[in-house]
């Protein structure tokens, strides 16, 4: 993807709102296009990644592995969606699931030690991105916490 085509994408989802123009160059210094077919695996729970990913077009679905169960999808992520949040954390930086290309799926994958760089040196920036992704861990606790009270009242029943 040509470096323009990049910003311009970028300027189109809603997660990026009230950048500068400025931040969207620097953002797409430290990204770049990824695409993957149906099935693939992108990352495994436990894996440590450097990337944080942002849907362009297509989906994912979020797995983890439940003993005596398998795998199980907790979500499907669709376009201008974010995951491989903990890539950006300075400290966890080890994946809390599996992400699997639930259909062809193109998105932007931006390198997380220099997006954590380019975020300690524009502190505007860094506090746009980091309300963000809380807000997206914030949106991923309760996801998970309305599933176990669902499995555990399934399982009174």
């Given at each position: ?12 989802i809603p997660?990026?709102q ?5 931040h969207?160059?620097k ?11 149906e ?113 555990y ?5």
């Amino acid at each position: 993807m040509v470096r323009q085509t990049l910003i311009e994408v970028l300027q189109k989802i809603p997660w990026f709102q009230n950048l500068s123009p400025d931040h969207f160059h620097k953002l797409a210094e430290i990204a770049t296009e990824v695409e993957w077919k149906e099935g693939d695996i992108i990352f495994r729970e436990g894996d440590q990644d450097k990337h944080l990913y942002m849907v362009v077009h297509g989906q994912v679905a979020l797995e983890i592995y439940l003993p005596g169960q398998g795998r199980i999808t907790i979500l499907t992520l669709g376009p201008a969606e974010v995951f491989g949040w903990s890539a950006v954390t300075p400290v966890v930086g080890t994946r809390t699931a599996t992400a699997r290309a639930a259909c062809d799926t193109c998105a932007v994958a931006f390198d997380s030690e220099a997006l954590r760089r380019l975020c300690d040196e524009d502190c505007h920036l860094g506090y746009l991105v980091y309300r963000r992704i809380t807000n997206v861990i914030a949106g991923r606790l309760m996801v998970t916490r309305l599933q176990l009270i669902n499995m555990y009242a399934i399982k009174r029943e």
